[in-house]
C-alpha cells in the first residue's frame, strides 16, 4: 500500500497522549520553578484532550469534542487565576522557587 | 500524508515536551509548550475536529501561553535552581509515571476495534454537516446552560484574578 494513502492507528494517538501525560507528571515533580510547575499541568492537560478528540472520532460522538471545548475554557480561567496566585505568591516572597515556598510543609 | 504528517508533528510534539523538561529557563519552557500546542492543533485536524483545532490555536496557543510569556518577564523569572527534589516524588512519584504509562501503553496497544484516522472523515454518518455545525448544534440547543455558566465561569475568573494580583490597599509585603 502506498504509505501516502495510508491512515494513522487511532491507538497512536492514544499512545502519544500517554507519553505526553507521563511528561508532564515528570515535568510537575522535578521542575523547581513555580511557572514551570505549571506548565506541566497544561501539558498533562492537553494530553487528556487529545483522547478525548481520538475517541470522539472512533465513536463518531461530538459529545467528546464538546468535552474538549469546556475543558480549554476551564483551563483558560484555572491559567488566569493560576498566574494571578502566582504574581501574589512572588509579591510576598520575592522567589519562585518551589523549595523556598514551603510554609504548608510539614 | 496522514502518516507522514502524524510522525513529523508527533515527533514535534514530544521533542517539544521533553525540551519542556531539559529547558531551566522558564521561558525557553512557554516556548515549547507552545511548539507542543500547535503540533497538536494539527492532530486534532487530523481526526476531524476543525473547529477545536481553531480554538486550540487561538485559546491554547495564543491566550494561555501569552498569559504565561508575559508573567514570567513581568516577575523576570531567572533560571531555576537544581535542587535534589522532594523524596517522595523520588521513591513514589517516579515509578507511578512509569507503571502508570505502562498500563495505559498494554491497554492502548491491545485495544480490539480501533479505527484508522483519514482525512476529512464526518465524525457522523450525516453527509454535507461540517464538524462546526454538529459541534453548534449540540453547544447551542442541549448544552446551553452549561454554556451560559461557562461565560459566568470566565467572568468570575478575570475578576478573581485582577483582585488577586493587584496591591491590596496599597500595603506592601514583598521582602520579607
Known amino acids: ?106 | 500524508m496522514q502518516l507522514i504528517l502524524f510522525i513529523v508533528f508527533a515527533a514535534f510534539c514530544l521533542a517539544g515536551a521533553i525540551n519542556l523538561l531539559l529547558q531551566t529557563h522558564p521561558i525557553n519552557s512557554a516556548l515549547s509548550l507552545i511548539v507542543v500546542m500547535t503540533s497538536l492543533a494539527v492532530l486534532y485536524l487530523q481526526l476531524g475536529a476543525e473547529f477545536l483545532a481553531a480554538a486550540q490555536v487561538i485559546v491554547y496557543a495564543g491566550a494561555i501561553m501569552v498569559l504565561f510569556t508575559f508573567v514570567v518577564m513581568l516577575l523576570n523569572a531567572g533560571r531555576e535552581e537544581r535542587t535534589l527534589g522532594s523524596k517522595a516524588a523520588a521513591i513514589v512519584g517516579f515509578p507511578a509515571v512509569v507503571a502508570l504509562l505502562a498500563v495505559l501503553a498494554t491497554v492502548v496497544l491491545h485495544a480490539p476495534s480501533l479505527d484508522g484516522a483519514a482525512f476529512g472523515d464526518n465524525l457522523s454518518n450525516q453527509p454535507g454537516k461540517t464538524n462546526l455545525d454538529q459541534l453548534s448544534t449540540v453547544l447551542f440547543t442541549n448544552l446551553l446552560l452549561p454554556f451560559e455558566v461557562t461565560s459566568v465561569l470566565i467572568l468570575i475568573a478575570i475578576l478573581g484574578a485582577v483582585a488577586l494580583a493587584r496591591h491590596g490597599n496599597g500595603e506592601r509585603t514583598a521582602g520579607e
Open chain 1, 1 to 106: 500500500m502506498n504509505v501516502l494513502q495510508q491512515s494513522v492507528p487511532l491507538s497512536w494517538y492514544l499512545l502519544l497522549s500517554a507519553l505526553l501525560f507521563a511528561l508532564g507528571v515528570v515535568g510537575f515533580l522535578i521542575k523547581r520553578n513555580l511557572i514551570t510547575v505549571f506548565m506541566s499541568i497544561e501539558l498533562m492537560l492537553n494530553a487528556v484532550n487529545l483522547s478525548f478528540v481520538t475517541f470522539a472520532h472512533q465513536w463518531h460522538a461530538v459529545k467528546g469534542q464538546i468535552f474538549v471545548f469546556f475543558v480549554m475554557m476551564v483551563a483558560a480561567a484555572e491559567a488566569a487565576v493560576g498566574l494571578a496566585i502566582i504574581i501574589a505568591v512572588f509579591r510576598a516572597r520575592a522567589t519562585l522557587a518551589v523549595d523556598r515556598i514551603d510554609l504548608m510543609k510539614l
